[in-house]
């Protein structure tokens, strides 16, 4: 089983990895953003608190989204027999322990951390552009800034905490996705034998 954890920055192209990964490795994607968009879209009670959150580019709570993340992977546990990608979670030292626990407790653990390092001012642009080519509310200017400092205070130390782990993968996020993709699986494929 290979468990993964897409780690960057809003924009640095976690997305795009993990559908090249879905496809390559025959993995479940659990994308929290995804997640959280549906429940925002259906008007649920989950959707309604999260929207809230986001609209002020502010991050979800750990309990909630370590439940939530944990319901879908029991929901879907045959399509993730041969593992899961979570892409955009953890975000925080507690999700990540969370999260270890809570595969923990499911009989698994994390294979690898793959962290697409893009600089900031393409972060920017890259939003930006998905703003106006997809009219998302929180791919404007004021909101990118907000995100960028809520996860270089709050992402940033999981380089440090995965590292220690030795599951820290980084990879240089700014070429092609399909340049990105073969190093990524470079790193990957020794984890498969």
Known sequence: MLNIVM??????????????????????????GDVLRDNIKRGTDLGKTAKDYIDKGQLIPDDLMTSILASVVDEHAEEAKYGVIFDGFPRTIAQAEALDKMLAERGTSISAVIGLDVPEEILVERLL?????????????????????????????????????????MIKGTDTPIDVFDRIRAELDPLCD
Do not use: C, W
Request: net charge neutral.
């Open 7 to 32: 780690f960057g920055a809003p924009g640095s192209g976690k997305g795009t990895q993990s559908d090249m990964l879905i496809t390559t490795y025959e993995l479940f994607h659990i994308s929290t």
């Open 129 to 169: 552009l998905r703003g106006k080519e997809s009219g998302r509310s929180d791919d404007n200017l004021e909101t990118i800034n907000d995100r960028l400092k809520v996860y270089h205070k709050s992402t940033a130390p999981l380089k440090e905490y995965y590292a220690e782990k030795g599951l820290l993968h």
